[in-house]
């Protein structure tokens, strides 16, 4: 080691779940001490603070791993090794980054040499880091899922029409109120707007004291414990694949609020609407796009969506340009305008057979032209062909 200068950069993580690690001060303090005893130079420092201790989110560590090919710092320092990284296999994979750029990873606490004995040891003190962490995340679950067979409340805030007293589900009457409203309401076929409507005018509010949006009317209308089931570990928005597995339901766990057929009709409604709401946003027909001309400029206009909102035709040289002036015109004014044209002109009894005589001229004509065309080309393909014998006539001749 005395040949070679060392230049280190300190690496510190922090996850503020767990009180029991070293803050990054403590672990820097440690890591600046082993560096003067060492006789090392201390050129960086990194640091991460996550909110968790089972989520990955290290912005600093992957900014070192990416900084040890500039040749900035031959050696990365932590305090312990359970900083560096949080399972084998990720250790083993950024090491090997490390060392492939000259970098060696050194811990202040634990001794690492190139010995195989370290090796071993190495692999050893990563296996216990990781135990060590899966064993807390598993004794946090534990501690959640005993509540929940319990059905104790497990904290945030509670749904609409229960209070929390002792860590258990209380109905608050006066709201349980507003919660059987929402319900009956949205299965008599109220719509959201509807129903917050009649909330704020019987005077109700949310759990938090803020008037109804449509989000909480939602919420309360897709949430199971109001019929008595106490659901835990249910997926989160941003993982709801989670394994049916861990999910735990006890049925008659909490005072209900709103009996079984009730819920399930309003959850068989809730995908009716879903269903005809996906309906009327398909992609909209424009009857008449390219068929109508602007009354300005005579290009073509288009079917379009003006300010995300208007249905209109508009001018394709406008839309393209801005050169014309001309304004859109409502898309449900004109396509009735046509239809009710269409109506009086076409699809009026006296003006059919004045409308199959035209069809049939037009067609009559069609075929002349066709007749000619063949008769033209049957008399090209003769002369052709008499050309050809002429020509192999003369070959044969020399
Ligand atoms: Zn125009």
Known sequence: MADTELRAAAYARYSSDNQREESIEAQLRAIKEYCEKNNIQLVKIYTDEAKSATTDDRPAFLQMIKDSSLGLFNAVIVHKLDRFARNRYDSAFYRRQLKKNGVKLISVLEQLDDSPESIILESVLEGMAEYYSKNLAREVMKGLKENAFQAKFNGGIPPLGYDIV?????????????????????????????????????????????????????EILKNEKYTGKYIFNKGTKKNHRMVKEDVIVIENAIPAIIDEDLFKKVQEKMKERKITRGANSAKRVYLLSGLVYCGVCGSKMVGCLSRGKYVTYRCSRKDRTKQCTNRDINKEKVEAFVIDELNKRILDPKVAPILARLLNEENQKLNREKAEEIAFLKKRYKEVEEQMKNIVEAIAQG
């Open 166 to 218: 002792d860590g258990k589900y209380v109905i608050n009457e006066k709201e349980a109120e507003a919660v059987r409203l929402i319900f009956e309401l949205y299965a008599q076929g109220y719509g959201y707007r509807q129903i917050i409507d009649e909330l704020n005018l019987r005077g109700y509010r949310t759990k938090k004291g803020n008037p109804f949006s449509k989000n909480s009317i939602h």
